[in-house]
């Protein structure tokens, strides 16, 4: 079924079982690329700086190439931000995938060591604070990504964000009853707020599968690290992801559409006014009701153990 490219005719090289259709390579890519295009445009973007997180994976690989590629119809300006985690021979690896990717592009970027602002890498602060790993560099990470794009003047960040990512993490919320993860969680474009010191995110894959952005690199000769982060293993997320195996098997639109509908039903409910102010120590963004953000609490409890040791 689907063995040939719906455009061509020639032997399908891939088949996107949702659509039921095949593409050839040279397809595929024309196919992957207005996806991007029309997700982003559909949901009124319209341009502006953008400051690419890449961390060597397959799926941000696969977006900064593409947006690259698409910048002039897009209207963006690009930069590239990676970010050094310190996590032994996976982040050595990571960096180098990314930096063979950039010299190939010629694109501006920057490299940061989550050391220079958090004092300690990623598995000594998981060590220090006894949190998930996955909950601690996604904390980090997010703080960084925001810091480096307010101070380089970036409208937005654009993450490798993707269709298996969002549909899971929307599901663990359905399924943990938690109804404030739906409300804030990921969407194709959020604005920036440039008052507040925060810099919008987009997230152009929301569509798309890791299958997909994998191809996507094979096809354009991309590098990327294909490696899995050897703290994310038993993530309960990753958990999680498995239940779409049985879904998609019964339905192969059914992870498309439940994330669809989950957003659609988000534009539609009324949704609680959250109260962001600045941290009361960096200046930037946060909820907390005592006004000092997550990031400045961690790195603070980071400096208080490691004088106590």
């Given at each position: 079924?689907?063995?040939?490219?719906?455009?061509?005719?020639?032997?399908?090289?891939?088949?996107?079982?949702?659509?039921?259709?095949?593409?050839?390579?040279?397809?595929?890519?024309?196919?992957?690329?207005?996806?991007?295009?029309?997700?982003?445009?559909?949901?009124?973007?319209?341009?502006?700086?953008?400051?690419?997180?890449?961390?060597?994976?397959?799926?941000?690989?696969?977006?900064?190439?593409?947006?690259?590629?698409?910048?002039?119809?897009?209207?963006?300006?690009?930069?590239?931000?990676?970010?050094?985690?310190g996590?032994?021979?996976?982040?050595?690896?990571s960096?180098?995938?990314?930096?063979?990717?950039?010299?190939?592009?010629?694109?501006?970027?920057?490299?940061?060591?989550?050391?220079?602002?958090?004092?300690v890498?990623?598995?000594e602060?998981?060590?220090?604070?006894?949190?998930?790993?996955?909950?601690?560099?996604?904390?980090?990470?997010?703080w960084?990504?925001?810091?480096?794009?307010?101070?380089?003047?970036?409208?937005?960040?654009a993450?490798?964000?993707?269709?298996?990512?969002?549909?899971?993490?929307?599901?663990?919320?359905m399924?943990?009853?938690?109804?404030?993860?739906?409300?804030?969680?990921?969407?194709?474009?959020?604005?920036?707020?440039?008052?507040?010191?925060?810099?919008?995110?987009?997230r152009?894959?929301?569509?798309?599968?890791?299958?997909e952005?994998?191809?996507?690199?094979?096809?354009?000769?991309?590098?990327?690290?294909?490696?899995?982060?050897?703290?994310?293993?038993?993530?309960?997320?990753?958990?999680y992801?498995?239940?779409?195996?049985?879904?998609l098997?019964?339905?192969?639109?059914s992870?498309?559409?439940?994330?669809?509908?989950?957003?659609?039903?988000?534009?539609?409910?009324?949704?609680?006014?959250?109260?962001?102010?600045?941290?009361?120590?960096?200046?930037?963004?946060?909820?907390?009701?005592?006004?000092?953000?997550?990031?400045?609490?961690?790195?603070?409890?980071?400096?208080?153990?490691?004088?106590?040791?």
């Amino acid at each position: 079924m689907y063995r040939k490219c719906v455009v061509c005719g020639k032997r399908a090289s891939i088949v996107i079982e949702r659509a039921r259709v095949g593409f050839c390579e040279e397809h595929f890519i024309e196919y992957y690329e207005r996806i991007i295009k029309r997700t982003l445009k559909r949901n009124g973007f319209s341009g502006g700086r953008v400051l690419v997180a890449v961390s060597g994976g397959k799926d941000s690989m696969a977006l900064l190439y593409a947006l690259n590629k698409l910048k002039d119809d897009l209207g963006i300006e690009i930069m590239a931000l990676h970010i050094d985690l310190g996590i032994d021979n996976y982040s050595i690896e990571s960096r180098r995938a990314v930096e063979k990717l950039l010299k190939e592009l010629d694109i501006k970027y920057i490299i940061v060591s989550v050391k220079d602002y958090l004092g300690v890498s990623i598995p000594e602060a998981v060590k220090f604070v006894r949190k998930p790993p996955c909950s601690v560099c996604g904390l980090v990470k997010r703080w960084i990504m925001n810091k480096v794009a307010y101070e380089n003047n970036y409208d937005y960040i654009a993450t490798g964000h993707n269709l298996d990512d969002v549909s899971t993490y929307f599901l663990k919320a359905m399924f943990t009853y938690r109804y404030e993860d739906i409300v804030r969680g990921n969407e194709v474009i959020s604005p920036p707020k440039p008052e507040l010191k925060m810099v919008g995110r987009l997230r152009p894959q929301i569509f798309l599968t890791e299958k997909e952005n994998l191809f996507y690199c094979e096809v354009n000769g991309v590098p990327y690290v294909d490696l899995e982060c050897p703290l994310s293993r038993g993530a309960l997320l990753k958990k999680y992801k498995t239940l779409w195996e049985t879904a998609l098997k019964l339905n192969p639109m059914s992870q498309y559409n439940f994330t669809r509908s989950i957003l659609s039903i988000k534009k539609k409910i009324q949704q609680e006014e959250i109260e962001i102010k600045p941290c009361k120590i960096c200046g930037f963004p946060t909820t907390a009701s005592d006004g000092v953000c997550s990031f400045c609490k961690l790195r603070e409890k980071i400096k208080i153990m490691k004088k106590n040791k």
